[in-house]
């Protein structure tokens, strides 16, 4: 555990420490474990929240959208002089589509209750974590993590079958991540089609967020007309689909119309850049960001966040010299790639002074961690308990105790 500020007299600099346990303090310390993780749970309930609104609005413009058609065509017929054969005929028309709405409904209905039904899962699986099943909580968390891996990686297939051997398909989301495989295939293969109609579904959001994103797909469509030479197209295209943008966007147009009195290989690197392969790519990471926006996902894997988290406690220069131990993880050079960003350690200069002797604390001499949670070196508790017939007494509050009941820890 990292502490701060330790009650022996020392808190200007910050020790690592682990204690040696007690069934009590085991159960202490499950619980902590236990309430710092469901801190970190945040993703877990958002995203499948996320889901349910956005598959409850589609439902509801559709049932919109289609009711005001019958309204308009009824009124219509009631105001129009049409004969009986026409008027049965209007009538069967909207009986028929009265029965797509209502299947439409019921399938609507169907989606909406088994995301209310994961929502509920994933609310009873946070429940179900206590101090008694802390270590099998912790493995299932440890698969959704590798789910979630899985699935950012484009690992599809492997991410279910896992989902699915643990049964745990409720507890991931799979089928928002076919949603984003179906977008990102095709800006793979140069299609934005489907990124376009992603943006139209989501709208209201992407403009609340000041997305880019839409725009940007729309210059890049401009950009492989102008490339296959079709410039007619492309200006027709640019008045329709960017014209409505200018008022955000004016530098960024100004510069991709330009492109329009080049070929489609300029030598210029200003105007050369719009037309390299990496602007798919670009798309792609671009997409993948607003998505998780959306969702309330994380940017990076939490799988990532998970290490770097562990990564930041053991980082040290030492790491990084040629002669680091291969027991320190960090000497793998895939983990020294994924602490890269991360700051230094300060454990190397860390420095655990004894209230009572004032000597330093180390493996020679380690500290003990009595049960009101105050820190002295062995050596000055062992001379106390010699003094004292086994009785310790702490100098800062006043409290006895048997030598039996200090905590023996360790420096690391």
């Known amino acids: 555990m990292?502490?701060?500020?330790?009650p022996n007299g020392n808190s200007t600099i910050p020790t690592t420490i682990i204690p040696t346990t007690t069934p009590s303090t085991a159960l202490s310390s499950k619980l902590t474990q236990l309430t710092e993780s469901l801190k970190l749970e945040h993703q877990f309930l958002r995203v499948p929240f996320e889901h349910y609104k956005k598959t409850i609005r589609t439902n509801h413009r559709a049932v919109e959208k289609e009711v005001s058609s019958v309204i308009s065509v009824v009124n219509d017929a009631a105001d129009s002089d049409i004969s009986n054969d026409d008027a049965v005929q209007h009538l069967t028309s909207l009986v028929s589509r009265l029965q797509g709405l209502k299947r439409k409904l019921e399938e609507g209905s169907r989606t909406e209750n088994l995301q209310a039904q994961r929502c509920r899962a994933r609310i009873d699986h946070l429940e179900s974590a206590d101090a008694e099943n802390l270590s099998e909580w912790n493995n299932m968390r440890m698969k959704r993590i590798l789910v979630d891996y899985m699935l950012r990686m484009s690992y599809y297939d492997t991410g279910l079958k896992l989902a699915e051997s643990s049964d745990m398909l409720d507890l991931v989301d799979i089928d928002v991540f076919l949603e984003s495989k179906r977008v990102i295939d095709a800006l793979q293969k140069r299609e934005v089609a489907p990124a376009l109609a992603w943006c139209a579904d989501n709208k209201t959001r992407l403009k609340k967020s000041k997305s880019k994103f839409e725009f940007q797909l729309r210059l890049q469509e401009y950009v492989e007309l102008v490339r296959a030479e079709d410039h007619l197209r492309a200006i027709?295209?640019?008045?329709?689909?960017?014209?409505?943008?200018?008022?955000?966007?004016?530098?960024?147009?100004?510069r991709v119309f330009a492109i329009v009195a080049f070929k489609s290989n300029p030598e210029c690197a200003v105007y050369k850049v719009f037309f390299e392969p990496k602007q798919w790519d670009y798309l792609v990471e671009q997409f993948k960001q607003e998505f998780c926006r959306l969702y309330g996902m994380t940017l990076e894997p939490l799988l990532n966040i998970f290490l770097q988290a562990g990564l930041s406690a053991l980082k040290t220069p030492y790491c990084y010299e040629d002669d680091c131990t291969k027991e320190d993880p960090l000497s793998q050079e895939s983990f020294r790639k994924l602490a890269l960003p991360l700051p230094y350690s300060k454990q190397h200069h860390s420095k655990l002074v004894c209230y009572i002797t004032k000597e330093l604390m180390d493996t020679e001499?380690?500290?003990?961690?009595?049960?009101?949670?105050?820190?002295?070196?062995?050596?000055?508790?062992?001379e106390m308990a010699k003094r004292n017939d086994g009785k310790i007494t702490c100098p800062r509050t006043g409290l006895v105790c048997n030598y039996s009941e200090v905590v023996k820890a360790f420096i690391s």
């Open 2 to 6: 990292e502490m701060d500020s330790l």
């Open 236 to 254: 027709t295209y640019a008045r329709k689909y960017l014209a409505p943008w200018a008022a955000t966007h004016m530098k960024e147009m100004q």
């Open 365 to 382: 001499n380690p500290p003990q961690v009595l049960p009101n949670g105050y820190v002295y070196s062995t050596k000055a508790l062992e």
